[in-house]
């Protein structure tokens, strides 16, 4: 069937000035019209629309290049149903709806990480923030620290992960919490380097995983609790096939006992279905096995490379359920 006639019905000027598009100084247009057009199920003539409603673009040798997550968050609020974005958003979370039980046992993951350090030039150590699963009940098998060397490095393990209901206590806590979830944000996918800048996420109206425990982090340090947000890895994407970053906000609840809010989580499942509210409630306060925390702060990187380059590690993760 042509494209054309999947994409009929969809407005996309309207689509297009519903979402925030990645500013300049953090947009990457390498991605050429083939691949847009495939990713959002549409025609040509649809990729001339959203120009003309402000998709920005750049002209390379008289093809058209934009940024992937431009057209990520065009398919993501397309409501064409058939794009992309939307079947990888529904696959990603099926698991939401079901019962929350199976998110609270062991599981285990093959865990491998590829850092690339881009125009290195030398021999020098590496730092990778590592799986920091212990502490909350977990285990890592293998895992040695990646060692000196030019240009890239690995790092394999065995994560095995658990899920432990443990809700936040503190009213305060859960007022902040609803406060944010219930202020409108709309999640999008944003470049990590942009997710840092969480006060310029919010003020387009946008929100994220990072941007948003960055500052849900910050209103809880408000308030008065030691708070911190803190990178790690959502499990089970596609297969391990997509690499998406993630963040949590570790907060000390009144009962003295450290808590996780995955925010963005709970956001994104409320917009999938109302269904999904024991796992939204699972997120305020608990831990689950689709998430492998990390020894990064919510807005550093994972990984770096003493060798000098100017251009940040390339960090990609491969993490399949362990047969």
């Given amino acids: 069937m042509p494209q054309k006639s999947l994409t009929a019905h969809t407005p996309w000027g309207k689509v297009a000035d519903s979402i925030e598009f990645i500013p300049v100084a953090y947009s990457s247009k390498d991605q050429p019209e083939v691949v847009a057009q495939e990713m959002l199920r549409c025609a040509a003539a649809d990729i001339d629309r959203l120009i003309e409603a402000g998709l920005p673009f750049e002209d390379r040798s008289g093809v058209r290049h934009f940024d992937v997550n431009d057209l990520y968050n065009l398919g993501m609020y397309s409501n064409a149903t058939n794009t992309q974005p939307e079947l990888a958003f529904r696959m990603l979370f099926r698991?939401?709806?079901?019962?929350?039980?199976?998110?609270?046992?062991?599981?285990?993951?093959?865990?491998?990480?590829?850092?690339?350090?881009?125009?290195?030039?030398?021999?020098?150590?590496?730092?990778?923030?590592?799986?920091?699963?212990?502490?909350?009940?977990?285990?890592?098998?293998?895992?040695?620290?990646?060692?000196?060397?030019?240009?890239?490095?690995?790092?394999?393990?065995?994560?095995?992960?658990?899920?432990?209901?443990?809700?936040?206590?503190?009213?305060?806590?859960?007022?902040?919490?609803?406060?944010?979830?219930?202020?409108?944000?709309?999640?999008?996918?944003?470049?990590?380097?942009?997710?840092?800048?969480?006060?310029?996420?919010?003020?387009?109206?946008?929100?994220?995983?990072?941007?948003?425990?960055?500052?849900?982090?910050?209103?809880?340090?408000?308030?008065?609790?030691?708070?911190?947000a803190q990178r790690g890895w959502f499990c089970g994407v596609l297969g391990g096939a997509l690499d998406l970053p993630h963040a949590c906000v570790e907060v000390e609840d009144e009962d003295g006992a450290f808590k996780t809010v995955d925010i963005a989580k709970a956001q994104l499942a409320a917009r999938l279905s109302p269904d999904t509210g024991d796992f939204q409630e699972l997120c305020i306060g608990s831990i689950y096995n689709k998430v492998i925390p990390s020894t990064a702060a919510g807005n550093a990187p994972f990984g770096h490379h003493e060798c000098g380059s100017p251009l940040p590690v390339q960090v990609r993760a491969d993490i399949r359920a362990a047969r």
Avoid at 185 to 190: A, F, G, K, T
Wanted: hydrophobic residues 45%; charged residues 25%.
């Fill in 95 to 228: 698991f939401a709806g079901r019962p929350v039980d199976d998110l609270l046992r062991e599981k285990s993951w093959d865990f491998r990480v590829r850092l690339d350090c881009v125009e290195c030039d030398e021999v020098a150590p590496w730092r990778f923030e590592a799986p920091d699963v212990v502490r909350f009940g977990g285990r890592v098998v293998g895992g040695a620290a990646p060692e000196a060397g030019q240009g890239s490095a690995e790092y394999a393990a065995t994560i095995t992960t658990t899920g432990v209901r443990t809700p936040l206590v503190s009213a305060e806590l859960r007022r902040l919490t609803r406060e944010y979830l219930d202020a409108g944000y709309r999640w999008q996918m944003i470049p990590v380097a942009m997710q840092a800048d969480y006060e310029l996420v919010h003020a387009l109206g946008a929100t994220s995983c990072i941007a948003a425990s960055l500052l849900l982090a910050e209103r809880f340090r408000a308030a008065g609790y030691r708070a911190e």
